[in-house]
Structure formats: structure tokens, C-alpha cells
């Protein structure tokens, strides 16, 4: 019954920046823990960050850390993650969910980066 929705994918240049929301339909963000997961062409889904539910606890992937910023807005039921140099390797159709992941995937919103 929870659906999460994902947005504000597109196509950057390599060096570029994007931020993505994931809005879910009910309260859930208070009490759970969220990430960012993504999904690379024939790659297995990854935990890019993850947030707790009260926003002091961030982790990253190794290989985005530094570059994206997670964060969160309980009272907004959104979730966040802010893109900044952006690579080619980037390119991916992110996700939202609980960490570990408890809801249904959304569609997801393709990131795309490229010259």
C-alpha cells in the first residue's frame, strides 16, 4: 500500500550535479531507516546511502562517497540525494526504499551521464 516515487533523474554531463526526491505515499519516513539504492545495465542492484530515521546517520557507498549527500525530510515524507560530480559509472536508474528494503521498488528515475 506504501508507494514510493522517485524523481528528478535526467541526462548531465560528466562533472554535472542532480538532485533526487523520493516522496512515499504514507508516513514511513519518520521511523524507518531509508536509502538510495541504483541499478546499473546488467549490474545487480546497489545501497548507495543510507539515512536514519532521525537524519544524524548517514553511510556511503565507497564509490559515491564524497560526491552525493543523502538527507531527509520526515515531515515531508521525501527523501533526498544531492549528485555532484557526476561520472559516467553514475549512470543508473535510482531507487528509494527502507534500508534493507521493506516496500515495494518504484519505477525509479534514470540517471544518465554522459558527453
Known amino acids: 500500500q506504501v508507494q514510493l516515487v522517485e524523481s528528478g533523474g535526467g541526462l548531465v554531463l560528466p562533472g554535472g550535479s542532480l538532485r533526487l526526491s523520493c516522496a512515499a505515499s504514507?508516513?514511513?519516513?519518520?521511523?524507518?531507516?531509508m536509502g538510495w539504492y541504483r541499478q546499473a545495465p546488467g549490474k545487480q542492484r546497489e545501497l548507495v546511502a543510507d539515512?536514519?530515521?532521525?537524519?544524524?546517520?548517514?553511510n556511503y557507498a565507497d564509490s559515491v562517497k564524497g560526491r552525493f549527500t543523502i538527507s531527509r525530510d520526515n515531515a515531508k515524507n521525501t527523501l533526498y540525494l544531492q549528485m555532484n560530480s557526476l561520472k559516467p559509472e553514475d549512470t543508473a536508474v535510482y531507487y528509494c526504499n527502507a534500508q534493507p528494503p521493506y516496500y515495494n521498488w518504484g519505477q525509479g528515475t534514470q540517471v544518465t551521464v554522459s558527453s
Open positions: 539515512i536514519s530515521s532521525g537524519g544524524t546517520i548517514t
Open positions: 504514507g508516513n514511513i519516513f519518520s521511523f524507518n531507516v
